[in-house]
T-cell receptor, first 116, second 110 residues
Framework: NAGVTQTPKFQVLKTGQSMTLQCAQD?????MSWYRQDPGMGLRLIHY???????DQGEVPNGYNVSRSTTEDFPLRLLSAAPSQTSVYFCASSLRWKGGHSYEQYFGPGTRLTVT | KNEVEQSPQNLTAQEGEFITINCSYSVGISALHWLQQHPGGGIVSLFM???GKKKHGRLIATINIQEKHSSLHITASHPRDSAVYICAVVTQGGSEKLVFGKGMKLTVNP
């Protein structure tokens, strides 16, 4: 199993450009999520999905869109990049939580994004 | 105030020492995760627990739900344990979201 993969590993954008960060998993996990990690702050949830066709907002969703057309893929779209979106982005997946019980989280290697 | 607080923020230890990393939270939770982030940036799950204690190799995680506190212990520490250790909680109420602490950077010197 490849686990959770993310592309690209690094990206530099100019303000106003758009792009899509790719995330894929081959573990048939229903739950997928996107986080951003900034210096001095913990991981913050951007968007998450509990299955194909179902997405919801996290703590910091503004400026980002997601969709989930398949179980395997969960792309994150930056609509119009801003310097405040400079960060390291992690995708994660797990089995679907049931009755408040969560499962082991599997993280991708991360994408380092710089917006100038 | 953050819902999840970790202490200390940084810790330097000598190889072989017993290390304790603390995590306190201010909300009701259904589970708590301990994660490790390597210097290269990758994040791996160490433990998930909702009560009691779990052990894996030299790592032991405990949780006290009444006191809203969890500890991660590393016995016989080694330089390869150098990493950022992150605590995350699942809040009660059925929300499928993790709330993370800021992490604790551990450096183990040979």
């Amino acid at each position: 199993n490849a686990g959770v993969t993310q592309t690209p590993k690094f990206q530099v954008l100019k303000t106003g450009q758009s792009m899509t960060l790719q995330c894929a998993q081959d573990m048939n996990h229903e739950y997928m999520s996107w986080y951003r990690q900034d210096p001095g702050m913990g991981l913050r949830l951007i968007h998450y999905s509990v299955g194909a066709g179902i997405t919801d907002q996290g703590e910091v969703p503004n400026g980002y869109n997601v969709s989930r057309s398949t179980t395997e893929d969960f792309p994150l779209r930056l609509l119009s990049a801003a310097p405040s979106q400079t960060s390291v982005y992690f995708c994660a997946s797990s089995l679907r939580w049931k009755g408040g019980h969560s499962y082991e989280q599997y993280f991708g290697p991360g994408t380092r994004l710089t917006v100038t | 105030k953050n819902e999840v607080e970790q202490s200390p923020q940084n810790l330097t230890a000598q190889e072989g020492e017993f290390i304790t990393i603390n995590c306190s939270y201010s909300v009701g939770i259904s589970a708590l995760h301990w994660l490790q982030q390597h210097p290269g940036g990758g994040i791996v799950s160490l433990f998930m627990l909702s009560s009691g204690k779990k052990k894996h190799g030299r790592l032991i995680a405990t949780i006290n739900i009444q006191e809203k506190h969890s500890s991660l212990h590393i016995t016989a520490s080694h330089p390869r344990d150098s990493a950022v250790y992150i605590c995350a909680v699942v809040t009660q109420g059925g929300s499928e979201k993790l709330v993370f602490g800021k992490g604790m950077k551990l450096t183990v010197n040979p």
